[in-house]
């Protein structure tokens, strides 16, 4: 058992010791005497989410969820989370801004412990076992992509709840990179779920906001500005945030929208119809920041 952990926590060092050098423009230091410099600081975010992981597989994804949005934030909040029936088929249409927005879910989700995630398949969800028992890994080709949402239709057939992230990549937090960066990423959502609509009949979807996960005070930390470009400047201040306990202290925000449920006559509705409630969670969002 202590080797086997002992290795998970090499295999995440090294993964977040990869992320953290790409993210500084330093990928080239990688292998190199120079990366020690970097290690220590890989190896406490590979500690905590083992310990994440260790949670979900004692304690279930809810309660490890709810422990690590504890570590990483000053709190959740949640809205709307009773348009999510408590059983039945349900797919849960979530923006994606990166850091904490999927344990916010998933502990907002809680009432839901059939829930499982659409996740693109990457080295760190692998290197947590109990958290990759919950996810149905996308692979990047054609063809392993129609499986995986074929294997999504059949856990909503048995009646679970699906949580899926339309962008595909990662998005602007509309709290931290404003109302039209938000917006404007909506253009980008697939609108491949209508296949569960057309495969699992009664189906209800739910669009979910995230908000407040990421920290607009790294964004302006020194490092991050001596990046060249807004891509790099956001990736290096996501690992500070990370790194340093200061900028963990956002509330993080979950709003749910209005479910729909359409039948085949309506199916050419869903996604206009998910887009246009999402817009509106995004203005609300800004009209409550706005007047607090």
């Given at each position: ?257 209005a479910a729909v449920e359409v039948g085949r006559e309506t199916l050419a509705a869903l996604a206009p119809g998910i887009a246009a409630q999402m817009r509106q969670l995004i203005?609300?969002q800004a009209e409550e920041a706005a007047h607090p």
């Amino acid at each position: 058992m202590l080797a086997s952990s002992t290795s998970t926590l090499d295999v995440l060092t090294d993964v977040n010791l990869a992320d953290l050098l790409d993210s500084a423009g330093l990928a080239r230091l990688q292998g190199t005497p120079l990366d020690r410099l970097f290690r220590p600081p890989a190896r406490r975010f590979a500690r905590m989410a083992h310990e994440f992981d260790r949670r979900v597989g004692a304690y279930g994804l809810s309660q490890g969820s709810a422990w690590l949005v504890a570590q990483m934030t000053a709190g959740l909040r949640t809205t709307g989370a009773e348009q999510v029936s408590a059983q039945g088929p349900v797919v849960i249409l979530a923006n994606h801004p990166g850091m904490t927005d999927t344990v916010a879910l998933f502990s907002s989700l809680g009432f839901r412990p059939d829930l499982r995630v659409l996740a693109l398949d990457r080295p760190f969800l692998r290197a947590l076992p109990h958290v990759a028992r919950q996810l149905i890994f996308l692979p990047g080709d054609e063809s392993g992509r129609l499986a995986a949402l074929r294997a999504g239709a059949r856990h909503l057939q048995e009646g679970g709840a699906l949580l899926t992230f339309p962008a595909g990549e990662i998005e602007p937090d509309p709290a931290a990179f404003g109302v039209q960066r938000a917006l404007a990423s909506l253009d980008t959502w697939s609108d491949s779920y209508r296949l569960f609509a057309r495969l699992v009949p009664g189906t209800r979807f739910v669009p979910a906001l995230v908000s407040h996960v990421i920290s607009a005070a790294a964004q302006r930390h020194p490092l991050a500005l001596l990046r060249r470009t807004p891509r790099n400047r956001e990736k290096l201040a996501a690992a500070l945030q990370i790194t340093l306990p200061r900028y963990r202290r956002g509330v993080a925000q979950v709003r749910f929208g209005a479910a729909v449920e359409v039948g085949r006559e309506t199916l050419a509705a869903l996604a206009p119809g998910i887009a246009a409630q999402m817009r509106q969670l995004i203005l609300a969002q800004a009209e409550e920041a706005a007047h607090p």
